[in-house]
Each structure stands twice: as C-alpha cells, then as structure tokens.
C-alpha cells in the first residue's frame, strides 16, 4: 500500500492551540505528524502561523474557512491562506438554508462555483467537508451529497471525505472513497463509538475500521489523510492525538 502523509486537524487540540499554539505545534511534529489542517488562525497572523509551521517542520495542508468568510472579503481570506501556503481549503459545512433543498441552495451552489475558480487561479483547490446530513435522499431517491458534486456549478470543487460521518450517515466509506476517486485528495480519518448518539474515540478504538479505509484511500489517490477528533469523552486531545497517530503508523509497517 503506498504511503499517505499524515496530518491532524487543529481543531481537534484547539484549546491547547489557544493557549499556546507554537508549543502545540510542537508537540505535534513530535508525535509524527507531518502537516495540519487549520480552522481559525487562533489570534496569530498569517506571516505567525507560517514561521510556527515552518519552525517545526510542519505542513499547512489545508484550511477549514466558513463559507460566510468567503462571502465578506473572497479576496482577502484567499490571500491569508495563501500567504501560510495552504494548498487546500475547506468549507466545513453548510446551513440547512445554503444545503441542498434550501432556499439558498442555488444561490450558494453558484457562487461555490466562483470561490472554487478563484482558488485555482490563486493556485490552491476547494473542498467541501461532509457531516452527516447530506446523506438524506433526493426525490429521486439519490444521496444529497452526490447530487450537490454533480452540479455544474461545482465542477471544480473537490471532496473532503469525512469517514466517520460518511460511515454514521448511513453509507459506506470505502465505496464512497472509491467513488470519488481521483476527487479527493484529502481525508478525514475519524473513529466512534455507537452508544445513545456517536461517540468520538482515537483510531482504532471505535468502529470506523481504519485499515480498509486507509488501503482504499491510498487506491483512491488520496494525498493526505487528516486525523480529526472533535470531542474528547476519553481521554485528553493530545493523549488521542498520539494514540491515533500510532495506530496509522501501525498500518506502514
């Protein structure tokens, strides 16, 4: 299986970012990880977080930005990513207005379209990131998420494939990550257990089977995989930052 770099999500330490974000950062280059996904710049300036970055050898792989921001000021928050030198950005989500069957849907389909052009032209590609509401069905009985990507107008938006929530929406991450092969160059590895809702563990304690999905990832031409654990009901982020991180090295060996 070829090799895919690993990165985490800040989020998923973003009270330890908070109050120290380059120590942080390099706890985690100590653990393995090779890059980050940010979401938020924790009060540092784009030029602060770069040298963080840099500082410990650390890649800015992407960004989660809110689709509101690109609506205030495209051009400047293009510019800040730019300048830390994310080569992705991601929109996390979208409200039930802007989704699929919303009063906004089309409004917001089309000017995706116009975030995703200026990207590539400053030389970076958008992705969306699923949870697991775009997995309703259609009126033609299809999956929303697959009928927002064929839209027209999201032509040059690629796919943030979240596993977990793939997997707790009701539908399966390798087939998923085979269908949108070639169309997701970032992936989401995130573990859960079932018990009154889902609940979020490191990987390989929950119910996600990571080998698989890493096997198909990798097949699927992803280019990173990006841990992410939003809650932490066992254990510490950083102590399920580190276990995570072993379990993927695991699968190299």
Known sequence: MERIPIAVQVYSVREEAAADFDGTMKELAAMGYEGVELAGLYGKSPK??????DRWGLKPVSAHVPYEEFVRDLGGTMEAYREIGCRYVAIPWLSPERWYGGEKYRETVSYIGVIAEKCRE???????HNHTFE?????????????FYGEKETAELSAELDLCWVKVGGADPVEYLRKYSGRCPV???????????PVLVALGDGELGVGPVVSQAAA??????VVEQDDHFYGSPMENM????????????
């Open 48 to 53: 602060e977080i770069r040298a963080s970055l």
């Open 122 to 128: 400053a030389g970076m590609k958008l992705l969306y």
């Open 135 to 147: 997995f309703a069905q259609t009126q033609d009985g299809a999956r929303q998420l697959d009928a």
């Open 187 to 197: 992936v989401h590895v995130k573990d859960f257990v079932k018990e009154d809702k």
């Open 220 to 225: 699927s031409g992803a280019e990173w995989l």
């Open 242 to 253: 580190r276990k995570s991180i072993a379990c993927l090295k695991k699968l190299e060996q």
